[in-house]
Nanobody, 121 residues
Framework: QVQLVESGGGLVQPGGSLRLSCAAS????????MGWYRQAPGKQRELVAA???????NYADSVKGRFTISRDNAKNAVYLQMNSLKPEDTGVYYC???????????????WGQGTQVTVSS
């Protein structure tokens, strides 16, 4: 079964940095787009950043200029470098990937278990 494992979350002061990592494993034929979502207490889950199978990227307005998404296709991994962190960045961050497990099968969304990011003084 396909599994996405996340790491890198933690507690950091405002203005600090964190780097999140996510690696996919299992029965994988190909991986298309990958991304990061977050959910703050009392709010809906929102897209933070996404990256295509190539190099195209998309960021939420609130993180543009501060966060950078990247991927390593050889490792089926995606990363999120977070700089100049603010208290409003606090939340549970989830890795997402579109994965095909068969040659002619559909690309299906898979999710990581989530990792907590807390920005506080």
């Amino acid at each position: 079964q396909v599994q996405l494992v996340e790491s890198g979350g933690g507690l950091v002061q405002p203005g600090g940095s964190l780097r999140l990592s996510c690696a996919a494993s299992g029965s994988i034929f190909s991986v298309s787009a990958m991304g990061w979502y977050r959910q703050a207490p009392g709010k809906q889950r929102e897209l933070v950043a996404a990256i295509s199978s190539g190099v195209s990227t998309n960021y939420a307005d609130s993180v543009k200029g501060r966060f950078t998404i990247s991927r390593d296709n050889a490792k089926n991994a995606v990363y999120l470098q977070m700089n100049s962190l603010k208290p409003e960045d606090t939340g549970v961050y989830y890795c997402n990937a579109g994965i095909r497990t068969r040659v002619w099968g559909p690309a299906t969304d898979y999710w990581g278990q989530g990792t907590q990011v807390t920005v506080s003084s």
